[in-house]
């Protein structure tokens, strides 16, 4: 029994339901002047030429004490230390991996920055450079928290941490890393019966709640039994209503993914990315939302 | 192809939840993404359409030139295919990656048309031996999603669907020269016969079972597929087994009974959307790029 | 084939300007063809760009920046390494342009756009990384203009918009900006890429015909161009801007 849809293409609608505006943003595009004032300090997003401030990005401008920059809406990630992100190793160098975590450069996670199985904590030797590979090889995901900037941007990663570690079975979307609400912890456990990982460089990891991660492998040991069906249906679920929400450039948060869940129930799973069921379930999200705050 | 790269994890989820019948995004082994049809998108041709299947976007431009007929062939018009995977698609198709799989993918549509019915190419003859209607079916490859085959047969398709060809008439003055005279009118024209021309269904093998519309996740977890072509009526009018793996006779005749099933529906759901927006006509807006 | 087509496109005209000095579609020498745009249409692209002026269509994808994928000696240490790629669609012009491979890095459109965008992106900030930028479509000048708007989609920062326009020589008179069957009566004329902040000019590239004396009245109509033209794009980028950043 085949289902298949086809349509004709509808024109985007402008945004759904917008929360009343703050004050007004001011916003720029490249070339714009920004200030002829010289006694503010450039920050990212602009330039100076002779004693104007001029935009370079297109964005919203934002002024914090002396300090003016342009916060553009939509770029790679610019990671900060302590940020938790999910990453792909690209790389396996010597004593280091190379991890891509959607950023300007691949970032870097030294074999000092891991964990060693069993929960060890001596010098790396030769016997654990070697066995690098058994650690972590190209395509495996991984969770980690950001150490340190390179002087060329480049992040540092660790795991030294025990939540962090190899990724086992699950599912993995990438969203824009502006979508990603801040907030005090990125792991969450949602009611619903799947956990996600939100990543601040917008790689979110959907997987089921009920793997233990094993503590005393230090999270390097991957679980290889089949995921059950009821968990399999949660997760399929809660990755339709992330694409859901970031069609519709909604802010990812536990919150918004639960409530954007609970709306999607009476749908079938394969019928919430029907963009007339996207949309209906997206404002209902919108209005828990702005009930919750007001 | 284009291909992502998952840890062996992933790749188990995947290969479980297809035994499953359940996918990752909730459809059934059977079930196709939702896709977005428009025809006639770009001006300066004879027939054009544009396919989103969710990530994967095609546009597809038909030009009808004028042009000799094939010496084995003095009494018929062709086909030529040709597919453009420019690097705007995914970067790994940058230089010669690009070009590989442009034509390989040529070279398939021009196996699947090469059966006899597929589109009466005797009404493509102008004047035998000397002129005839040469189709130009090209293919730009605008973002990679995951089945190609699939999105890029269902836009020549509807383009084929829309392509109209002027009116001609053959005039033969008296030292037997022959001109040829195109209608002004650009609306008199003939339109091709739809009936046979087939679309194709890829059926990935992930596992032992087999999925449609297999998503560039999935397509890394399945290690062969097969290609087979279907008319609206049903028939198979090629087959081809693509991918490094092997596959064993007889899961080919299970996913040769499901490409039936699944195209016939595909014919449909197709032919639906392309009534729909002709008999919308010049009342519905052209959506095209800017929508 | 004596006689073919012999009745194709019948509505040649005399001259491609009337005597009250309309063009072939109604606009007025200096006048540019009608802009509309649209960012980010591809979201899997790092930014994207489409572009419709007239009939010329440009769709404009941008990855980067990024790691140096490839060889290490492709990235530089102290700026981004920006690898630009133009392409025409076989059916982008009236006649079926026979595709041709080597319409990549090395082709001149592609080091037009190059020259172009490196005027503006401030690849400093980015040492070693890459920066990709692929453009297709019908026509160089929108091209550059769609790349330069999908680096700005892509948050990568630039000094300016660059804006590309070109102008022919018609009759005695400069036109602005000219449509299909303009450039296939007289060929192109100067095409140009401007820096509209500053006034300054990225790419300066003339075609034969024009003759010396005329030079600076096909200048002033490129350069008025790309003005007008930029001053379309700025309403409906800040336009665009609003509505997302209202979502936001």
Known sequence: ?294 | ?291 | KRGLYRKRRGLYREGLLSDDGFRLDGRRPREIRSLRMRLGLFPRADGSAYIEQGNTKVVALVYGPREVRGPRSRSAPDQAVLRCRFSLAPFSGPERRRPRGGEGRGSDLALRLQQSLEAAVLTHLYPRSQIDVYSDGSHCCTGTTAAALAVLDAGIPLRDVVCAGSAALAEGTALTDPNGAEEAAVGPGLALALLPASGLLALVQLSARVPCERLEPVMEAAADGCRELHRALDRELRRSLRERHGEV
């Open chain 2, 1 to 291: 192809m284009a291909a992502v790269v998952l840890s062996e994890p992933e790749k188990l989820y995947i290969v479980h939840g297809v035994q499953e019948d359940l996918r990752v995004d909730g459809r059934g082994c059977e079930d196709y993404r939702c896709a977005e049809v428009e025809t006639d998108v770009v001006s300066n041709t004879s027939g054009s359409a544009r396919v989103k299947l969710e990530n994967t976007d095609i546009l597809v431009g038909v030009k009808a030139e004028m042009g000799t007929p094939k010496i084995e062939k003095p009494d018929e018009g062709y086909l030529e295919f040709c597919v453009d995977c420019s690097a705007n698609a995914t970067p790994e198709f940058e230089g010669r990656g690009g070009e590989e799989l442009g034509a390989e993918i040529a070279s398939a549509f021009y196996t699947v048309f090469s059966s006899e019915n597929s589109i009466d190419l005797k009404s493509l003859c102008i004047n035998p031996r000397e002129h005839c209607w040469v189709l130009y079916v090209d293919v730009l490859l605008l973002v990679c999603g995951g089945n190609l085959y699939d999105a890029i047969s269902i836009a020549v398709k509807a383009a084929l669907f829309n392509t109209r060809i002027p009116k001609v008439r053959v005039l033969e003055d008296e030292e037997g020269s022959k001109e040829i005279e195109l209608s002004d009118d650009p609306y008199d024209c003939i339109r091709l016969n739809m009936e046979n021309v087939p679309l194709i269904v890829t059926l990935s093998k992930i596992g032992y079972r087999h999925v449609v519309d297999a998503t560039l996740e999935e397509e890394a977890c399945s290690l062969a597929s097969l290609l087979v072509s279907v008319t609206s009526k049903g028939a198979l009018t090629s087959i081809k087994k693509m991918g490094r793996g092997s596959l064993d006779p007889e899961s080919i005749f299970e996913m040769m009974e499901t490409g039936k099933k699944v195209g016939k529906a595909l014919h449909v759901a197709l032919q639906k959307v392309l009534d729909e927006e002709e008999s919308l006509g010049t009342s519905r807006q052209k959506v095209g790029f800017l929508g």
């Open chain 1, 1 to 294: 029994m085949a289902a298949v849809t086809m349509r004709l293409p509808v024109p985007r609608k402008p945004a759904v339901v917008r929360a009343p505006q703050g004050p007004e943003k001011h916003l720029v595009a490249p070339g714009d002047t920004i200030t002829t004032d010289t006694g503010y300090m450039r920050g990212h997003g602009t330039y100076v030429e002779g004693d104007k401030l001029i935009a370079s990005v297109a964005g919203v401008v934002e002024r914090v004490n002396k300090l003016i920059c342009v916060r553009a809406l939509n770029t790679r990630y610019n990671g900060e230390v302590g940020d938790v992100v999910v990453g792909r190793i690209t790389e396996v160098q010597q004593k280091r991996w190379k991890v891509e975590t959607y950023s300007r450069l691949d970032s870097v996670l030294l074999l000092s920055s891991i964990n060693l199985p069993g929960g060890e904590l001596r010098r790396r030797s030769i016997e654990d450079e070697l066995a690098m590979r058994d650690c972590l090889q190209e395509g495996d995901l991984i969770s980690a928290e950001v150490q340190s900037i390179f002087t060329d941007g480049a992040l540092s990663l660790h795991t030294r941490s025990l939540k962090y570690g190899k990724l086992s079975q699950g599912v993995l979307i990438q969203v824009s890393p502006s979508l990603v609400k801040r907030q005090k912890t990125h792991f969450h456990d949602l009611p619903c019966g799947a956990s996600v990982i939100l990543g601040n460089n917008g790689y979110i990891w959907i997987y089921p709640t009920s793997e233990q991660r094993d503590e005393e492998t230090g999270g390097f040991v991957t679980n290889l039994e089949p995921v059950s069906m009821s968990d399999r249906e949660v997760i399929s679920r809660v990755r339709n209503c992330i694409v859901a929400l970031v069609t519709h450039k909604l802010m990812l948060f536990d919150t918004s993914i639960l409530y954007c869940y609970e709306a999607s129930l009476p749908h079938q799973i394969k019928d919430i990315l029907k963009p007339e069921v996207m949309e209906q379930i997206v404002l209902e999200t919108q209005h828990r939302l702005l009930d919750l705050e007001g």
